[in-house]
């Protein structure tokens, strides 16, 4: 899936839908300024990853990060048209598959409970990844990139990538 070029999207059938594990890996916000932010998390006495950059910072939080995003960025990713008046939450919850394979089958596993794709998986410049909002319109993405670092429970090494 990943030799697809970026913007492709795949499909999933409901044969090949699988669970995710009861797991969410990152909390991302979408912020007005991302270095402003920083400074407040940090006023309060919170350490930066280095595993960040200026647009995208982490917090370990503990096997799962706070993640500080441009709420522009995040909205467009999301395919929303804005990020204000156009119902963007401008929060996502982030389940990182283990595999590539998992993205597309856990978004149509979100759809079989309930939920609605927001955006397919599609081919970015980073792995594959697609949104779903759960019944009451909560934002989630399912992501895979090959960085991301795990324990044997596959909680997220916050402060290390491959």
């Known amino acids: 899936m990943l030799e697809k070029p970026v913007g492709y999207t795949f499909e999933s059938k409901a044969n090949e839908q699988v669970a995710p594990s009861q797991r969410l890996h990152l909390i991302l916000l979408g912020v007005k300024n991302v270095a402003r932010s920083v400074k407040f998390y940090e006023a309060l006495g919170w350490e930066k990853s280095p595993t960040g950059n200026a647009g995208f910072e982490k917090f370990d939080l503990g096997g799962y990060a706070l993640s500080l995003i441009s709420k522009e960025v995040l909205a467009k990713d999301a395919l929303y048209e804005s990020s204000e008046g156009s119902g963007f939450p401008g929060i996502a ?12 089958r856990i978004l149509a596993k979100a759809v079989q409970a309930g939920g609605t794709v ?19 319109g909560h934002l989630f993405e399912v992501d895979y990139e ?13 402060d290390e990538m491959n």
């Open 93 to 104: 919850l982030i389940y990182l598959a283990k595999t590539v394979e998992e993205v597309p």
């Open 118 to 136: 927001v955006k397919p998986a599609t081919r970015t410049h980073w792995g594959v990844a697609g949104y779903f909002k759960d019944p009451d």
């Open 146 to 158: 090959k960085p991301w670092k795990f324990d044997g429970e596959h909680r997220l090494i916050v």
